[in-house]
């Protein structure tokens, strides 16, 4: 199983720019796909990003051309760049590996605010 720590979230103005990082710990990361989720409170978990073993990504429409999902299997490290951001993309963010992931990471709080 795997575990994952998620950081670099923040508060920044609409149109700006995060990066989040999500470190696992845990063998094999590299042959997992992986997942990027949001969870607005009151809400339920939102799927935006998905990276596959071999780095092929797919968004959410609601995301689509403004985040972009990177992995360096080397540092068992996923990346989220996350550009133009808009109110709604507050949130906490998640990562996840499906059927491997032991229990959900503490997440990283983005707050998009002017």
């Known amino acids: 199983q795997l575990q994952f720590v998620e950081s670099g979230g923040g508060l920044v103005q609409p149109g700006g720019s995060l990066r989040l990082s999500c470190v696992a710990s845990?063998?094999?990361?590299?042959?997992?796909?992986a997942l990027w989720w949001r969870q607005v409170p009151g809400n339920e978990r939102e799927w935006i990003a998905s990276?596959?073993?071999?780095?092929?990504?797919d968004y959410a429409d609601s995301v689509k051309g403004r985040f972009t999902a990177s992995r360096d299997n080397a540092k068992k490290t996923m990346y989220l760049q996350m550009n133009s951001l808009k109110a709604e993309d507050t949130a906490v963010y998640y990562c996840?590996?499906?059927?491997?992931?032991?229990?959900w990471g503490p997440g990283a709080q983005v707050s998009v605010s002017s």
């Open positions: 845990g063998r094999d990361f590299e042959i997992y796909d």
């Open positions: 996840d590996a499906p059927g491997v992931t032991a229990t």
């Open positions: 990276i596959n073993s071999g780095g092929t990504t």
